[in-house]
């Protein structure tokens, strides 16, 4: 599993689109879900995690050598954690109002999965310089990912952009979107777009549509399936 | 003629009596087939419900038809461009954008009902892979959505006018994505609204003939339960999802009417609401609802007790079609709990477990 | 035991009521319009001896019977052409005089080609049987009884055909309580075996006495669908005084004459899953079956002709008809005055569980109770829908199977799955839920594709297990032969220590 | 005891911790393929859950008092020492049992749902029994979205669903389903 040298700009750029942590990886859904009712909170959870990510990707990767393998997850979590409250602590102390917003979730970064999938796949065996970009590039693609949510639930959810309106006087809002339905139908609308992205990119495979004309062969995706784990 | 068993019929003697040669068919046992289809279904339960809309006509305006109207074009819309083919002419999705109109306000902007019908095909069914494979009654999704989206204008009820068929009540034309204008509305509350926020009870008979406010084809039980008897009498529909409905309400509401005498009587609870469309209509969906009878009943207990405890303890007046909605989650594990037992096997589904 | 011997207790409520007003019955299954009007007040007649006889050598369940005749042996009618190769088989008779003219592949009415004996009729033979190849039935030990019957080539003639000396030789240790005639006929259209409890209803009861007697039972249960009033009412008429035979009218519902299904009625229990009718202390015997060894011991003959409904709309004079076995259908058909023009399928059989067939050349075999012929109006299959769970198939499945399911898995290819969790094996394919199918879905066709593509599978996997043993056992052989090798020089240094 | 019975009703369906807070959706959509392991994955949840509002709650109130700032920190090495010692209890006490939940307990740890209990419990302040009724309902709650979203996602295997729809998005729209239709649960006992 050791990585395969890659160049910097690829590093940087990986996360951004083609291995996008939500979008493609689905890590991280909890807060792109969860704190993307308006833009303002996307973006400040964005801020949020990506200086947790840049820190730890920083830290781990300078103490790599020094974290014994046996317990480097809980040494990750314990320096993710720190940074989290560090957080934590000074959004409650330069935007008291946003931090109200967020409330548990700023605390739940811990849980995370996109930043620990980091530190175990990249800062832990890369040098700094790397690990650094790659932080970037991931934090991007996150904030890319929320932006989207937070934009398109604000605008469609309240007729407002960062607070000012949009869509006319006489826009109707429809107030599912900043609902937790909402979230989960933005998102899964994201997703199916991104689906067809990626198999528009694929040449498509031609796969028989047999119905009503028959049984499909004995050949079908759950025999194949058992020869794959048999073989 | 004979083209690839030659044998046999050339060298046969003796003419007389001889048959033209017919071209025979090979198709799979059984040979013979019932005569009822799909489309024929679906086309019954649209039928069975005109009586409703002509009613909803007679009681709040033309303005009716077109909200329906909208709904079925959304929703007809979707299916066609985004379905498999031959979606619209069984008929389902004319079902789910009808049903949907006769849940919604008589003055409901059109764009809105548009939106409804086609969010509840799109999200609600084509996303499963059209007809017989989604898990939420579409139309249902579809008015649950534009509960949560569109709050004010869904609870905005005109009041009913027997016999003034010309009038047209609320913004219907509001332009797309606006909001409707603040036209001269007379409103009525519902009759679970006026008891649950105001304490009082509406008359039976007003109920049961459907002469009170609230969604256009909610109000006459009566015709609603015609219908529903023609479809169980073709076989159309399982008698046994209103049955359990109406039994376990009325059977509630009886009981919690002993600790609670301000607690409305069983056929308050009945006929008032949604609740007689939603558990002939809406529960019996047959894509939606437990295929197996000891399901059905399940099923119906379980709309029948969330109705209650959401009208008597919930934060909204009606609770029939998010019970509905709940008990739609449910029907994959209700099914697994009760596949019949086969003949000659001891009861019970063998366990497949992933090793 | 002698509680399981009494009758079995009326149902109570409203399957008491039904039971009351139609009979007793099974649960579940469909009515299809039974269309028997055409052929069932039909005296049965005898059709002439056609101009050749094509008897295949595989006309029962089991191994097929061993040629013993060649080309260009004369043959007289009773003589034996194959011998039974085995226990469950029975031999193949020559069923009119003539000459062998060829053995060798022809149609099979299962759809394939098969191994077949054809007769050049002589056209002036008198057709005369020689005298008497089956012995008096009286003074018969059972054993004597079951290999006169194998010896006459008896199988079931409902359509299944199974040996009948097989059914009738029952473990010891199973009790058999009383036999039961199967008088259902739950196919459309067929009427076979009412005409021939109509007409012959004391070879029927001759026959049930040589069965009793031979199985030593002393109880039998004659069951006939309620739509057959005459043949119940001369059944009555005639029963021996001296045996303790029971005609029951049952309710009118395919499928009502399989095995289960009729045991399930008649005496209200339930077959176990994957055990035989013996279990339940029950034989079971079809009523053409019957009449068939009640002839077989009354004229020495052995099984050469049969009865045969040819009926359906695509036939100009449907009739019921004494065939020779072997006669082809083409000549069937032109003895009933041809096919109507809009003809389109012809059926062995049924139309609920028949097999349709694609040349006219094929042959009426011992197991062929009926020849159908539907006309473009029935046959016509419309597109096939998505299922709507409308939940009919559950409602008509006499086995309270899930065909719905079954039907979605069957599309995917889970067919272990099928068997593992919604028991496919129990499905006997009586078509009841394609019958209903609102949406056109061939479930059936796709459940009987299911237990083939089981076979498949498990072949395959009976193979793979093999081979995996013989893999192992090879390394084994090798671990083994390598360590004997390493051991061999510490062997030599211990040696030369 | 009405209050308890609101706070357990909140957590249960109307704040459910899956379909309306977002928390534990890794698990969420990575068991929820079959029913059996959903529901083994949510008696694991329950239990670990129950556990845990117990150690918050003694922790808040005994020792984290007047350090805030260490909360977070002690509550994660709580939660993961807590899921090492179940796990080894539970293989000492009842290897069945301990086969039947194994896999499902490391995954815990990373499960926000669980640190969001706690952090929940602090906000809001909740006593010894508010916080056990609170984990209870949470754990039931989270149990409840898993088999749901099962025996759903088991029953569509057999659907026809379009290759586009196959995957997270279905599963997201599914979950929005749902969380819509639990809006009805809304003010229950609110009164």
């Known amino acids: 599993m050791s990585p395969r040298q890659t160049t910097p700009t690829q590093d940087l750029m990986r996360g951004v689109w083609k291995e996008n942590p939500v979008l493609i990886q689905m890590l991280g859904l909890c807060p792109a879900l969860a704190v993307t009712n308006t833009v303002m909170n996307a973006i400040a959870m964005s801020a949020a995690t990506t200086f947790v990510l840049l820190g730890s990707s920083l830290l781990i990767s300078l103490l790599k050598n020094h974290i014994p393998k046996e317990v480097r997850i809980s040494a990750y979590i314990l320096i993710i954690a720190t940074f989290v409250t560090v957080v934590d602590f000074s959004l409650n102390a330069l935007a008291p109002l946003v931090h109200k917003e967020l409330g548990a979730f700023i605390a739940l970064i811990v849980c995370n999965c996109m930043i620990l999938a980091r530190q175990e796949a990249f800062a832990s065996k890369q040098r700094v310089g790397r690990s650094l970009l790659d932080a970037v590039g991931t934090s991007a693609g996150f904030t890319i990912a929320l932006l989207m949510m937070g934009i398109s639930r604000e605008v469609l959810g309240n007729g407002t952009f960062l607070g000012v309106n949009v869509m006319g006087p006489h826009f109707e809002p429809w107030i599912i979107m900043i609902l937790p339905p909402g979230a989960y139908f933005a998102i899964g609308f994201i997703l199916l777009g991104v689906g067809y992205w990626q198999e528009r990119k694929q040449p498509p495979t031609k796969r028989p549509r047999d119905w009503p004309h028959g049984v499909r062969s004995s050949t079908g995706p759950a025999d194949s399936r058992r020869e794959r784990q048999v073989a | 003629m004979r083209p690839w068993r030659g044998t046999g019929w050339e060298d046969r003697s003796g003419g007389e009596g001889t048959m033209e040669e017919p071209r025979l068919r090979l198709m799979a046992a059984p040979h013979l087939h019932a005569q009822d289809s799909t489309a024929r279904i679906m086309w019954s339960v649209v039928a069975t419900l005109v009586p409703v809309v002509l009613a909803a006509v007679w009681f709040f305006g033309a303005g009716v038809l077109l909200v329906i109207g909208a709904a079925m074009l959304g929703a007809m819309l979707v299916e066609r461009l985004l379905g498999p083919g031959g979606a619209i002419r069984d008929g389902s999705a004319a079902i789910t954008g009808l049903l949907l109109g006769l849940t919604l306000p008589p003055g409901f902007p059109l764009w809105m009902a548009f939106i409804g019908g086609a969010f509840g095909i799109g999200f609600g069914k084509l996303i499963f892979g059209g007809l017989g494979q989604n898990i939420f009654n579409p139309a249902l999704l579809g008015r649950a959505f534009l509960q949560a989206a569109f709050p004010t204008a869904i609870t905005t009820w005109p009041a009913v006018r027997p016999g003034e068929v010309l009038t047209f009540q609320g913004d219907l034309l509001a332009a797309p994505l606006m909001t409707p204008a603040e036209v001269d509305v007379v409103t009525q509350a519902t009759p679970l609204g006026l008891w649950k926020f105001e304490g009082e009870v509406t008359g039976l008979w007003d109920l049961f003939v459907g002469a009170t406010g609230g969604s256009l084809g909610e109000t006459s039980a009566i015709l609603i339960l015609l219908g529903g008897a023609y479809l169980v009498a073709r076989n159309y529909m399982n008698w046994r999802i209103p049955v359990g409905i109406f039994a376990t309400v009325g059977l509630l509401s009886i009981l919690f009417g002993l600790f609670d005498p301000t607690f409305p009587g069983p056929l308050f609870m009945i006929f008032s609401g949604g609740l007689v469309l939603g558990a002939v209509y809406m529960a019996t969906d047959m894509v939606t609802s437990p295929i197996t009878n000891g399901g059905a009943w399940i099923f119906a207990f379980g709309i029948g007790f969330l109705v209650v405890l959401i009208r008597g303890w919930g934060g909204l007046p009606e609770g029939v079609m998010y019970a509905i909605l709940i008990m739609n989650a449910l029907v994959p594990f209700i099914e697994r709990i009760t596949q019949p037992r086969v003949f000659g096997k001891e009861r019970g589904v063998k366990k497949a477990e992933a090793a | ?497 | 005891m009405g209050d308890l019975l609101f706070i357990f009703v909140s957590a249960l369906v109307i704040n459910n911790f899956t379909l309306a807070l977002f928390l534990g959706l890794c698990p969420f959509m990575g068991v929820s393929a079959r029913v059996a392991t959903a529901v083994r994955l949510g008696m694991a949840n329950i239990f670990i859950m129950l556990i845990t509002a117990l150690c918050a709650w003694f922790l808040n109130t005994y020792i984290l008092e007047n350090m805030p700032y260490l909360r977070l920190i002690s509550f994660i090495v709580i939660i993961a020492s807590l899921v090492q010692i179940t796990e080894v209890t539970i293989k000492k006490i009842s290897p069945k049992l301990f086969r039947e939940l194994g896999i499902f307990l490391p995954l815990i740890t990373t499960n926000c749902a669980i640190l969001g209990l706690a952090i929940f419990q602090t906000n809001r302040g909740y006593d010894f029994a508010q916080g056990m009724v609170f984990a209870l309902g949470a754990g039931l709650g989270v149990t409840l979205a898993l088999v749901l979203m099962a025996s759903i996602r088991e029953r569509l295997q057999f659907s026809s669903v379009p290759s586009l729809a196959k995957g997270v998005g279905m599963v997201m729209i599914l979950a929005g389903s749902l969380s819509l239709a639990f809006m009805g649960f809304a003010g229950l006992f609110s009164a």
């Open chain 3, 1 to 497: 035991m002698a509680t399981r011997t009494d009758r079995r207790a009326p149902k109570r409520g409203l399957a008491g009521l039904g039971e009351l007003l139609f009979g007793p019955s099974f649960r579940h299954g469909v009515h299809p319009p039974e269309a028997k009007g055409l052929t069932e007040a039909l005296p049965i007649r005898r059709m002439p001896f056609p101009e050749e006889i094509v008897l295949p050598l595989r006309q029962h369940t089991g191994a097929p019977s061993r040629v013993i005749a060649s080309v260009d042996d004369r043959v007289e009618r009773g003589d034996v052409l194959g011998v039974a190769d085995g226990y469950v088989s029975v031999p193949v008779h020559a069923s009119a005089s003539g000459v062998i003219k060829d053995i060798g592949w022809w149609p099979h009415p299962s759809g394939t080609m098969d191994t077949a004996v054809r007769i050049q009729v002589d056209r002036f033979a008198p057709q005369l049987t020689r005298p008497r190849i089956v012995p008096e039935w009286r003074g018969l030990t059972p054993d004597q009884v079951r290999k006169a019957v194998q010896n006459a080539g008896v199988v079931g003639l409902g359509g299944a055909a199974f040996p009948t000396h097989v059914k009738l030789n029952p473990p010891k240790e199973t009790a058999i309580e009383v036999l039961l005639i199967n008088g259902a006929e739950c196919e459309p259209y067929l009427t076979s075996d009412h005409r021939v409890m109509v007409e012959y209803p004391e070879r029927v009861h001759f026959g049930i006495r040589v069965m009793m007697q031979c199985l030593g039972v002393d109880r039998a249960v004659i069951g006939v669908e309620n739509n057959k009033p005459d043949a119940i009412a001369r059944l009555r008429e005639t029963i021996p005084e001296d045996l303790d035979i029971e005609v029951i009218g049952l309710t009118v519902k395919y499928p009502q004459g399989a095995e289960k299904m009729l045991i399930k009625a008649v005496t209200g229990r339930e077959v176990p899953s994957g055990k035989l009718p013996m279990h339940v202390g029950a034989v079971v015997q079809n009523v053409g079956s019957i009449a068939a060894i009640a002839e077989v011991f009354e004229t020495g003959y052995p099984l050469i002709e049969r009865i045969v409904t040819v009926t359906g709309p695509g036939v100009r004079k449907p009739q019921n008809l004494i065939v020779p076995v072997g006669t082809k259908t083409r000549d069937v058909l032109d003895f009933c005055g041809g096919l109507t023009p809009d003809a389109t399928e012809v059926i062995f059989g049924g139309p609920m569980m028949g097999v349709p067939q694609p040349d006219l050349d094929v042959p009426v075999m011992k197991g062929t109770s009926g020849i159908v012929v539907l006309t473009e109006k029935e046959s016509a299959r419309p597109q096939a829908l998505a299922c709507i769970s409308c939940a009919r198939c559950l409602a008509a499945c006499p086995m309270f199977l899930n065909p719905s399911r079954l039907g979605q898995m069957a599309q995917l290819g889970l067919f272990e799955r099928m068997a593992e969790e919604y028991h496919l094996e129990d499905c006997m394919l009586c078509g009841s839920c394609s019958y209903v199918c609102p949406s056109n879905i061939p479930l059936a066709q796709m459940f009987a594709l299911g237990k083939a593509g089981l076979r498949r599978a498990q072949q395959r996997a009976r193979e793979e297990q093999a081979e995996k043993e013989r893999l192992e056992k090879e390394a084994a052989a090798r671990d083994q032969a390598e360590r004997e090798a390493a051991q061999e020089p510490a062997r030599k240094e211990r040696e030369v220590a």
